[in-house]
Every structure is written in structure tokens, then in C-alpha cells.
């Protein structure tokens, strides 16, 4: 079955420092990945995907996520965290039976503090 | 600029009452789906709609209804309102299975 983890709960960083929040996925092929961002009372905004090509993408507000195939992760890094990044973050595959829906992650609260 | 919308934003009810949450989309997009989001759960796929006239069910269906008669609404419909049903709900549409799935603002319902 295709699953996508999210190890962390909670990541506190400090502002100014890098950050990082996990992904791993478990598909029988090739993975549709994505990021999306939810801040409070609001929706799910896209941040980033990766369908193929590159293993390093880019995305939206300065975020960036590493695609490793032989560790099936997908973890989202941004270099200088902001105390505006706080947020939950969550990682999803798309569903390879073509039925376009994504499969999520729990989602982990990203703490920036000043 | 299109968008997704859904409302209400907010809604409370009673146990057994019916229910309905609109989506409405400004993408033309083809793809809908509907998400419920729970505390330790994600968000887990209810029902999704490729089309005019074209439903399917998802992981998490029963209890749950919805039509599609035109390509920019999809509302979903909870046939006799749970507790269980208590959650927040997300509408989203892509152009095909390809690309990306944008995300209305969500309804948060109470079922009392």
C-alpha cells in the first residue's frame, strides 16, 4: 500500500537557522511528491512537487525539497528559516491507481522562534 | 483571478440533521475532490469527481454523498449528521491526475 510518513510532530528551529521537516513515502513506482503549507484558519497552499528530472526543486517562499529515491525521502529544507514559516507542513504521493487523489502525511508543526 | 471557494466557513448542527457544503471552483477544472482533515489523520480523500456527472467514492465515504452538474461545483452532502462527522473540510481541483491540487479554505462543522 502507498503511504507517505512524516516522522516529526513538531520541528522548533530559530530563526535565521536552516530547517528541515521529513518526508518518507513508501509507492510501488515512480512518486508524484508534494508540499503543501497550512497556516492557521486557512487552506492547504502548494509549495513545491516533484514529478521527475532534477532531485534537488524549488519552490515557493525560499523552500526547496531533496528527492533521494534510494531512501525514499522527500524532505523540505529552507536555508534561513523566518518566524513567518510557522506553520504545518504536510508531505503527499499521489496515488498511482490514476484516481488523482493524494495520499498525506499526519503533518508537522514548524516552530520558528525568534 | 480564478479560485476555489467553499462555504459556509464555519457551521454547527445537530446530530441526524442534513448537511450541505458547497465548493465552487473558477479553475474549469476537470478534477474535484473532497478531504476531511483530523487530528492525527491528515487529510483522507472522501469523494472525487473527474467530470460532469461523475462521482467516486474515497477512503472515507460513508455517510457522504455528492453530485456534479456542472464543472465548477462539487457540494458535498452529509445525509444524516455524526458526531463523527465533526471535522474540517477541504475542496480541491487539478486540471488532470498530473497536476497540482489546489485547495479551497475549508469548512469547519460541529456536529452536536
Known amino acids: 500500500a502507498q503511504s507517505v510518513a512524516q516522522p516529526e510532530d513538531q520541528v522548533n528551529v530559530a530563526e535565521g537557522n536552516p530547517l528541515t521537516v521529513k518526508c518518507t513515502y513508501s509507492v510501488s513506482g515512480n512518486p508524484y511528491l508534494f508540499w503543501y503549507v497550512q497556516y492557521p484558519n486557512r487552506g492547504l497552499q502548494f509549495l513545491l512537487k516533484?514529478?521527475?528530472?532534477?532531485?534537488l526543486v524549488k519552490g515557493s517562499y525560499g523552500f526547496e525539497a531533496e528527492f533521494n529515491k534510494s531512501q525514499t525521502s522527500f524532505h523540505l529544507k529552507k536555508p534561513s528559516a523566518l518566524v513567518s514559516d510557522s506553520a504545518l507542513y504536510f508531505c503527499?504521493?499521489?496515488?498511482?491507481?490514476?484516481?488523482?487523489?493524494?495520499?498525506f502525511g499526519q503533518g508537522t508543526t514548524l516552530q520558528v522562534k525568534p | 483571478d480564478a479560485e476555489i471557494t467553499q462555504s459556509p466557513r464555519h457551521k454547527i448542527t445537530e446530530t441526524g440533521r442534513q448537511v450541505t457544503l458547497a465548493c465552487h471552483q473558477t479553475w474549469n477544472h476537470n478534477n474535484m475532490f473532497w478531504y476531511r482533515q483530523d487530528l492525527g489523520h491528515g487529510l483522507r480523500l472522501i469523494h472525487y469527481s473527474y467530470g460532469v456527472q461523475d462521482t467516486n467514492k474515497g477512503e472515507v465515504s460513508d455517510g457522504y454523498s455528492v453530485s456534479r452538474s456542472n464543472t465548477e461545483d462539487l457540494p458535498l452532502t452529509l445525509e444524516s449528521a455524526a458526531s463523527s462527522q465533526t471535522s474540517v473540510y477541504f475542496c480541491?481541483?487539478?486540471?488532470?491526475?498530473?497536476?497540482?491540487?489546489?485547495f479551497g479554505p475549508g469548512t469547519r462543522l460541529l456536529v452536536l
Open positions: 480541491a481541483s487539478s486540471s488532470n491526475f498530473q497536476e497540482t491540487q489546489y
Open positions: 503527499a504521493v499521489r496515488d498511482l491507481s490514476n484516481t488523482g487523489k493524494l495520499i
Open positions: 516533484y514529478i521527475t528530472g532534477d532531485n
